[in-house]
């Protein structure tokens, strides 16, 4: 089945610092997806990205859709404290009505004040 | 708009016991999924209705998980008999439909531990 091999597993930064984060995959995705999970809670959706080459922000966060199609990275510009979490990539294949989210293992994101 | 809810939040169990999850999707929604998420791990997709038939339950354990939505609305998640290794937590999303890049809205989750 489809992998996703995301790092780093982990970062510890200080507050204002900016963050990347990759994912990359054995095989093709037709959409990327970036969350974020607090403790206790559920994933939230962050970016989405649909077409190969995309780049796409959201505030703080910026976020491309390799032209590959195997691969996206996650960069968060000048760190705060609320960032903290952990983050996941995941690919979205399709096909027919199966829209399966394949997630990557998170990186843990620590900002220290 | 209320989010996904999901019932019970933590649950201890034996193993051999049987435990069930239940989940209500955001109203209107009619994908709804069940995830499987190991510490250390992402969600793993169990099972995906679409109303109340299935999608894909290729990666559910059918010897001991079932899920059903009856209704087409809500749905329950069952483990008989738990072992060790379901020890997890199993969230539930639900989106408007199932199209790509639809987006999946996730639920708090249950966190489950087998004793």
């Known amino acids: 089945g489809q992998q996703l091999n995301q790092s780093p597993q982990s970062m510890f930064i200080q507050e204002g610092e900016d963050v990347s984060m990759n994912c990359t995959s054995s095989?093709?995705?037709?959409?990327w997806l970036w969350y974020k999970q607090d403790p206790g809670e559920g994933p939230v959706l962050l970016i989405a990205?649909?077409?190969?080459?995309e780049l796409t922000s959201n505030g703080r966060l910026t976020a491309q859709f390799g032209i590959t199609r195997k691969d996206s990275f996650l960069n968060i510009s000048a760190s705060i404290p609320s960032d903290v979490g952990i983050y996941f990539c995941?690919?979205?294949?399709?096909?027919?009505?199966?829209?399966?989210?394949?997630f990557g293992k998170g990186t843990l994101l620590t900002v220290n004040p | 708009e209320a989010g996904v809810a999901q019932s019970p939040r933590y649950k201890i169990i034996e193993k051999r016991q049987s435990v069930a999850f239940w989940c209500n999707p955001i109203?209107?929604?009619?994908?709804l999924y069940w995830y499987q998420q190991i510490l250390g791990q992402g969600p793993k997709l169990l099972i995906q209705?679409?109303?109340?038939?299935?999608?894909?339950d290729s990666q559910l354990p059918k010897d001991r998980f079932s899920a059903e939505r009856l209704k087409g609305v809500d749905s329950t998640l069952k483990i008989q008999p738990a072992k060790l290794e379901d020890s997890a937590v199993y969230l539930c999303?639900?989106?408007?439909?199932?199209?790509?890049?639809?987006?999946?809205?996730f639920g708090p989750g249950t966190r489950l531990l087998v004793l």
């Open positions: 095989s093709i995705f037709n959409t």
């Open positions: 109203s209107g929604h009619a994908t």
């Open positions: 990205l649909y077409k190969a080459g």
């Open positions: 209705f679409q109303n109340n038939g299935v999608v894909d």
């Open positions: 999303a639900s989106s408007l439909g199932a199209h790509l890049g639809e987006t999946q809205y």
């Open positions: 995941a690919g979205q294949l399709g096909g027919g009505s199966n829209y399966k989210l394949t």
